[in-house]
């Protein structure tokens, strides 16, 4: 049995989207990210209260570049992951912690922007700061696929679902308009069948309650 702990609309529905990719069937325990679930019992699974957690065998592992990583090597037949000594394998690699460095400046703009008990706490300069940041990642992003579908230059890989999760959250912080690269590549993973399997298993998102969150006037 595989069981997913996952909250809808967060860093696990990559590993969600992972396990349709891979064929595997598996049950998803859902939590809601503000009702303290993450806290208590679910730190045995995960240490740091957070999602995605998977039961597998008799074994946990949390961290979704970790799960990635594991599943990939796990069930190789798929061909989502690099073997170590072939050619894409370093490039593989980075890409799944470059998805984590992206993820980890959504994570801020998450907290200032939606998750502050008190707005008032937000700092515009933090804000602003790490919105350029995201923002120059998604550039640099659109340059590493120049000329490629995925990616890897050989084709889809468990990367594009680390990565791509990114590309549907940081919009509500950077607007993806002028990155056109960026766009038809996020139109292409949603094309995929087993993004709409995920999605549907997905769970409606809770987080946002606006389409944009711009950054706040300095001062204000």
């Known amino acids: 049995m595989i069981r997913l702990h996952h909250v809808a609309f967060s860093r696990s529905f990559r590993v969600l989207w992972l396990l349709e990719e891979l064929g595997l069937e598996y049950e998803v325990i859902h939590y809601d990210i503000r009702d303290g679930s993450l806290r ?3 730190q045995e699974l995960s240490p740091a209260g957070r999602v995605p957690a ?3 065998g008799d074994q946990v592992l949390f961290e979704s570049g970790a799960i990635h990583e594991y599943l990939t090597e796990t069930y190789p037949r798929a061909g989502l992951g690099r073997a170590a000594g072939t050619i894409q394998r370093a490039r593989f690699l980075e890409m799944l912690h470059f998805a984590e460095t992206m993820a980890g400046c959504i994570e801020q703009l998450n907290m200032q922007h939606v998750f502050l008990r008190d707005p008032a706490q937000a700092s515009a300069m933090v804000i602003k700061l790490v919105t350029a940041r995201l923002a120059g990642t998604l550039k640099a992003l659109e340059r ?3 000329g490629q579908a995925f990616l890897l230059a050989d084709g889809f890989s468990a990367a ?3 990565m ?3 590309l549907f959250a940081a919009p509500y912080f950077v607007p993806l308009d002028g990155l056109a690269g960026l ?3 996020r139109a292409r993973l949603e094309a995929r069948p087993a993004y ?4 549907a298993r997905d769970g409606a998102q809770k987080f946002y309650d606006r389409a944009f969150y711009p950054v706040p006037e300095l001062g204000a």
């Open 183 to 185: 766009l038809a590549y």
């Open 54 to 56: 998977l039961e597998t």
């Open 196 to 199: 709409g399997r995920a999605r």
């Open 164 to 166: 791509g999760f990114n």
């Open 144 to 146: 590493l696929l120049e």
């Open 40 to 42: 208590g019992a679910f």
């Open 160 to 162: 594009d679902t680390m």
